[in-house]
C-alpha cells in the first residue's frame, strides 16, 4: 500500500510516500529555520502561514521525488494531533481534499506515534516488544510497545523535554537555535567531567523526567560570571550539560528494558541524532545485552515518512478517519482518531 | 462551465455551484470557529443535492479573506489542493469582492466590510459595478468604520454580515444615501466571479494561492517596530 503522509504540527511542512510502512520513496520537508532564528522560537501565526503557502509544493515535491502520480497512492495519512492547532489544520485540509478527490481512505495520526514508528522506516525487523525512548524538543516519554500501534507509557517528563533543555542552554549561552545539534558539536571539544551538574531524577523508581531543574543549575552556575562578560569555558559547558542530560536518558531507559524483560530499545525523536546518546546507548546496552536501534538521521526529526508509517500500522488494523477529521493541539497518546 | 466556490472566511462555511449564469446551489452551513471539521463534507453534501460529481466541476473558486485567519487557511488549503488534485484550475477571489458582487444591482457604489475583530475596525473595499463582475475603487481599507465615510462618493449599499450595524455610523458623515444589505459569504458569488475569470481563460497557480490577510500577525508587527526603533 503506498501512504503519502502529512506533517505539518510545528515548524515543518513535510510530506513523503511510504510504500507498505517500511520503504521510504520520498521524504520532502520544508523547515522554518530562517523563521526560527528571526523570532528565536516557533511563532503560531507565521508558521500556520507558512504551511499554507507551502504545502502545496511539499506535496508535489513527494510525488515528484518518489516518481509518482497521485493516482498511485493508496492511503492518506496525516497529522492530526497533538500541535500547534493552526499549523496542524493546513496538513488536515489538505488530506482531507486529495482524500475526497481521489476516494482515498484517510487517517489521523498521532505526532509522536509517528516518531516511534521511525525506527521501522530505518530497521525492517524491528523487533516486538520493545522499550522505545522518544526525545525532542517538545516531547520526551518512555514506552513499552508490544506491538505496531500499541503502546504503554511508562514515563514522560514533569516539566521541559530534553530537547528543549538543549535549546535553553544554548540560548543562554548565546549559541544559535536550535541548541541540540551546536551543544551536540561544541561539546567534542569539550570535557564531559568538567563541571557537575545534576542528574535529575535518576535514582528514583518512577520512569519520569525533568530537566528544567538541571537548566537552571548551568544557568545559575554560570550568570554571574556571564554578567561581568567574562568568557566561559563553552565547550566544557556543553560536554558536561549533555553528559547529564544522556546519563538520565540512557540509565532510566535500560533500566525500563530490564524491568520489562526485553532486549530491544529503540530511540527515536529529534534527540535521538545525538551524537554522545548514541554512543553511550550503545556501550550501555552492549553490556546488558540489550540491542539498541535509531533511526536514519532524516528521520530523527519531524517528518512525514514516520506518520505514513504509522498511519499505514493502523490502517492496516482497519482504522480510519473520515471527511470530519479534527485537529487536537492536546490529545494524550494511544488514542482513536 | 460547472465551478465550485467555496468561502470559509466568516465563521460559516459557504459553498456555491454555478453553471454560467445560473445559481444551482449557494449554501450556507454553521462552522462557528471551526471550518475545518465540516468543509469537505459541506462540499460533498452541495454537490450531492445538485446531482454532481466531483468530477463534472470544470473548475474552483475559493474565498481568499479577509475575515478569520484560520477560517481563511482552511479554504484556501482545501481549495488549492481540491484543484491539484483534480488537475482542474482555481481562481483565487477576495471576500470583499464577492460581497461587492452579490449587492452589485443596489446602487452605484457597493461598499464591502468585513469586521476585523477588534472594536470598529473593519476591512473594507469601495467597488463599482461594471457590466461584468464589479471593479474595486482604489485600495483596501483597514481602520475603524467612521473613516471609511470620506471614501464613499456616491450612493451606496454597505453590504456585509453587519452591515446594518455599520450603516448608521457611515451614514452621517458620508452624507450619502446609504443601504444596508446584511449578508453572510457566498460560495455562489465566489463561484461566479471564478467562472468569469475562468472562461477568459485566466486562473491562479493553485500552489501559490495564498489567503489575503490584509493583516501582518501581532509577532510580526511587533519585531518590524523594534527593528524601526532599533534603525
Not at chain 1, 129 to 148: F, K
Not at chain 1, 186 to 214: C, E, V, W, Y
Request: aromatic letters at 6%; glycine letters at 10%; one cysteine or more.
Amino acid at each position: 500500500m503506498l501512504v503519502l503522509g502529512i506533517e505539518t504540527s510545528c515548524d515543518e511542512t513535510a510530506a513523503a510516500l511510504v510504500a507498505d510502512g517500511r520503504t521510504v520513496l520520498s521524504s520532502a520537508i520544508s523547515t522554518q529555520l530562517d523563521l526560527l532564528k528571526k523570532y528565536g522560537g516557533v511563532v503560531p501565526e507565521i508558521a500556520a502561514r507558512r504551511h499554507t503557502e507551502l504545502i502545496g509544493y511539499v506535496i508535489r515535491e513527494a510525488l515528484d521525488t518518489a516518481a509518482r502520480q497521485l493516482d498511485n497512492v493508496e492511503a492518506v495519512a496525516v497529522t492530526s494531533r497533538p500541535g500547534l492547532v493552526g499549523c496542524l489544520m493546513v496538513g488536515v485540509a489538505a488530506a482531507k481534499a486529495i482524500s475526497y478527490v481521489k476516494d482515498l481512505p484517510l487517517i489521523g495520526v498521532h505526532h509522536i506515534e509517528g516518531h516511534i514508528s521511525a525506527n521501522l522506516l530505518s530497521h525492517a525487523g524491528l523487533p516486538f516488544p520493545h522499550v522505545c525512548l522518544t526525545v525532542s524538543g517538545g516531547h520526551n516519554m518512555l514506552l513499552y510497545v508490544p506491538a505496531p500501534g500499541k503502546y504503554e507509557v511508562l514515563g514522560a517528563t514533569l516539566d521541559d523535554a530534553a530537547g528543549e533543555a538543549f535549546d535553553k542552554v544554548a540560548k543562554f549561552l548565546g549559541l544559535d537555535f536550535p541548541g541540540g545539534p551546536v551543544i551536540d558539536k561544541l561539546s567534542r571539544q569539550g570535557n564531559p567531567k568538567a563541571f557537575k551538574f545534576p542528574r535529575p531524577m535518576i535514582g528514583t523508581k518512577s520512569f519520569d523526567f525533568s530537566f528544567s531543574g538541571l537548566k537552571t543549575a548551568v544557568v545559575n552556575r554560570f550568570k554571574d560570571r556571564l554578567a561581568r562578560g567574562e568568557a566561559l569555558p563553552l565547550a566544557d559547558i556543553a560536554a558536561s550539560f549533555q553528559e547529564a542530560v544522556v546519563d538520565v536518558l540512557v540509565a532510566k531507559t535500560v533500566r525500563a528494558a530490564t524491568e520489562k524483560g526485553v532486549a530491544v530499545v529503540s530511540v527515536t525523536g529529534g534527540v535521538s541524532a545525538n551524537s554522545r546518546l548514541r554512543q553511550r546507548f550503545s556501550e550501555a546496552c552492549k553490556k546488558q545485552g540489550i540491542r539498541v536501534f535509531f533511526p536514519a538521521l532524516s528521520l530523527c526529526t519531524d517528518n512525514a515518512a514516520m506518520i505514513a508509517a504509522a498511519g499505514y500500522a493502523r490502517m492496516v488494523q482497519g482504522e480510519r478517519s473520515d471527511l470530519r477529521l479534527n485537529v487536537f493541539p492536546n490529545a494524550p497518546l494511544g488514542g482513536r482518531a | 462551465m460547472i465551478v465550485l466556490g467555496i468561502d470559509t472566511s466568516g465563521y460559516v462555511n459557504a459553498v456555491g455551484v454555478v453553471d454560467g449564469d445560473r445559481v444551482l446551489a449557494d449554501d450556507i452551513f454553521p462552522a462557528q470557529t471551526d471550518s475545518l471539521e465540516q468543509i469537505v463534507a459541506n462540499i460533498d453534501t452541495t454537490l450531492k443535492k445538485v446531482g454532481l460529481p466531483l468530477a463534472r466541476i470544470d473548475g474552483f473558486g475559493v474565498g481568499l479573506g479577509p475575515g478569520s485567519w484560520t477560517g481563511i487557511r482552511v479554504g484556501v488549503t482545501v481549495g488549492k489542493i481540491l484543484a491539484f488534485s483534480s488537475k482542474k484550475p482555481v481562481c483565487g477571489v477576495p471576500t470583499l469582492e464577492a460581497l461587492a458582487y452579490s449587492a452589485r444591482g443596489e446602487a452605484p457604489q457597493v461598499c464591502s466590510v468585513i469586521a476585523v475583530g477588534v472594536g470598529d475596525a473593519v476591512y473594507a473595499g469601495l467597488y463599482s459595478p461594471e457590466r461584468d463582475g464589479v471593479k474595486r475603487l482604489g485600495d483596501y481599507y483597514i481602520g475603524d468604520i467612521k473613516g471609511l465615510s470620506t471614501l464613499i462618493t456616491k450612493p451606496a449599499v454597505v453590504v456585509g454580515a453587519e452591515a446594518k450595524k455599520y450603516t448608521p455610523l457611515l451614514w452621517p458623515a458620508s452624507g450619502m444615501a446609504l443601504k444596508a444589505v446584511a449578508t453572510l459569504p457566498s460560495g455562489a458569488a465566489v463561484a461566479s466571479l471564478a467562472g468569469i475569470r475562468l472562461a477568459r481563460g485566466e486562473s491562479d497557480d493553485a500552489l501559490s494561492l495564498a489567503p489575503l490577510y490584509l493583516k501582518e500577525s501581532t509577532a510580526r508587527v511587533f519585531v518590524n517596530r523594534y527593528k524601526k526603533e532599533q534603525g
